[in-house]
């Protein structure tokens, strides 16, 4: 009897050490659970790449494609459906173009103007609107009307603004007796006619951006300089602006990019050159290659210069905000 129970327990100590024997994975073999896991990660990947296909697909073709063609186009000439390559033919055609040197004036011009009006217009409506609690809701709705406007509505609005004998801006002046201007037909009156529309029409966004950027200060700032008997003038210079810089700085640079590319208000506007040539700005320059005299091989040369200034402008930026950080 003794000799059948330890033979009994020799067998179940056996069959329990045979157990985790048998369970024990094998060298090689890949692990069920591993695999799962890697399949979900690589379904989630594939997920999340799949969902940006059509933003790259959108971004290559609208923004890359074209700026690529226009490289190649800057170097052929085109002409009854067929086309050669010419080489730096346009570059020194644009290069020698009479009109070349005038254009970038006046687009020094409008961007400089708009810099003034601009872009320290939007900044202090955003400080005046800072100031208010209650209403500053239906106050940011009404700034930001003019950016809902269609561009073309917009602009035939101020045209009718300027108007010499019934325009808004010409009754102003003869009720306060002043002298009546020709807005749009005068050189001295032109560009700063159109850089007001402008402004009046993109300045909601801007003025948004700033107030977004101006209730991130802390109001401990505002306190301690009140504490200290600082007016308005010192806290904006020494707290609101210094807080603000990196917004100020990069809303600098895509004013500049925005105003060098300016079209619709000008050609609408003056029809593109002004009197005496006073608002041709390059942006009408490529348009008059492209589609007056049919040279788009021109046109693109001249984008092309335009895009290196351009890049110049952002690769400034990138370098004093890098030192500035």
């Known amino acids: 009897m003794a000799a059948t129970t330890v033979s009994h327990n020799k067998a179940k100590r056996g069959s329990g050490q045979s157990s985790p024997r048998g369970s024990r994975r094998r060298p090689g073999l890949p692990d069920e659970n591993a695999r799962a896991g890697f399949g979900r990660r690589l379904r989630r990947d ?31 000439k085109t002409k009854r459906g067929e ?13 020698n173009d009479p009109g070349f040197w ?15 009006i601009g872009f320290a217009v939007p900044f202090v409506i955003a400080i005046v609107l800072n100031e208010f609690r209650h209403a500053q809701a239906y106050l940011r709705i009404l700034v930001y009307l003019p950016v809902m406007l269609p561009p073309v509505a ?12 019934y325009g808004l801006f010409n009754h102003i002046l003869h009720f306060l007796h002043l002298p009546e201007q020709a807005w ?11 850089v007001i529309a402008a402004t009046w029409m993109s300045a909601g966004g801007a003025t948004l951006i700033y107030l977004a950027a101006l209730q991130n200060v802390p109001g401990e700032l505002y306190e301690a300089a009140d504490l200290d008997g600082a007016g308005l003038l010192s806290k904006i210079w020494h707290i609101t602006i210094p807080q603000t810089r990196p917004v100020l700085s990069l809303m600098l640079l895509l004013q500049i990019v925005a105003t060098m590319q300016e079209f619709t208000n000008v050609y ?51 370098r004093l905000s890098r030192n500035s950080d």
């Open 46 to 76: 594939l997920q999340a790449h799949a969902f940006m296909i059509g933003a790259v697909l959108c971004f290559g073709f609208f923004s890359w494609y074209p700026m690529v063609r226009e490289v190649i186009m800057s170097f052929q």
């Open 83 to 95: 086309t050669t390559w010419v080489g730096w033919k346009n570059l020194e055609t644009v290069w």
């Open 102 to 116: 005038p254009a970038w004036r006046n687009t020094m011009q409008f961007t400089l103007y708009a810099l003034v």
């Open 154 to 165: 917009g602009v035939l609005l101020f045209k009718y603004f300027y108007n010499p004998e």
């Open 184 to 194: 749009l037909d005068s050189s001295s009156t032109a560009m700063i006619s159109v």
């Open 268 to 318: 609408l506007l003056t029809g593109g050159a002004g009197p005496e040539n006073s608002t041709g700005t390059v942006v009408y320059m490529v348009y008059q290659y492209a589609f007056r005299y049919d040279s788009f091989g021109s046109a693109s040369a001249l984008g092309l210069i335009m895009l290196v200034v351009l890049g110049g402008f952002s690769g400034l930026y990138a």
